[in-house]
Each structure stands twice: as structure tokens, then as C-alpha cells.
Nanobody
Framework: VQLQASGGGLVQPGGSLRLSCVAS????????IGWFRQAPGKDLEGVAC????????NYADSVRGRFAISKDGGENTIYLQMNSLKPEDTAVYYC????????WGQGTLVTVSS
């Protein structure tokens, strides 16, 4: 099983990025999926998720209205569209897929700076 995250980079405040996480070895439709992030010197923080049971989405208060999580079942890929980025969004972003056991991606660095 592998989750391959990509799409991070350097972006100016107010800009946008789209993160992708391609899964192999599992079928994402059977999992709860989402993104966590870890900023320098801070704890891991849940960002957004999609429930595997009912497809409902949930967002951290800090990103609600700016970020959008989605899934492409055909491509077996998780996305995180990030708009109106702020310097405090700077972090390594990790995707995950959970169904009892949790699989993690390797992380992709997002830096928001002018």
C-alpha cells in the first residue's frame, strides 16, 4: 500500500495550491480519508476529511471556507484545494486513509511567504 502526496511548493499569501494524494494497493472508496499538517515546532493538526461511511466532510476552523477536500474514485486520488493561503498555513501536509488501520502519505511541504 502506498499513498503518494504531491503538489506542495512556495506560494505567496493569498495564492492557491492543489495537493494530490494517489493511492495504490487500496481502494479509497472504502476508507475515511483526509489531510493532516504539521507546522514547524507545532503538533500534528487535522485539516480536512471525508467520512468513509456517509461521505460527509469536516474541516478545521482555521481552514473552513478556504480549503476544499475532494476525492476522485476513478483515479483513486484525494485532493486538497487550498485558496487564500496565509503564512500560518505553512506546514508539511500529510494525506491518510483509514479503515481500522491508517495508511499515511509521505508528506508534501507547503510554504506561504512573500
Amino acid at each position: 500500500v502506498q499513498l503518494q502526496a504531491s503538489g506542495g511548493g512556495l506560494v505567496q499569501p493569498g495564492g492557491s495550491l492543489r495537493l494530490s494524494c494517489v493511492a495504490s494497493g487500496i481502494v479509497l472508496n472504502f476508507y475515511s480519508i483526509g489531510w493532516f499538517r504539521q507546522a514547524p515546532g507545532k503538533d500534528l493538526e487535522g485539516v480536512a476529511c471525508i467520512s468513509g461511511s456517509d461521505g460527509g466532510t469536516n474541516y478545521a476552523d482555521s481552514v473552513r471556507g478556504r480549503f476544499a477536500i475532494s476525492k476522485d474514485g476513478g483515479e483513486n486520488t484525494i485532493y486538497l484545494q487550498m485558496n487564500s493561503l496565509k503564512p500560518e498555513d505553512t506546514a508539511v501536509y500529510y494525506c491518510y486513509a483509514k479503515a481500522g488501520y491508517t495508511y499515511w502519505g509521505q508528506g508534501t511541504l507547503v510554504t506561504v511567504s512573500s
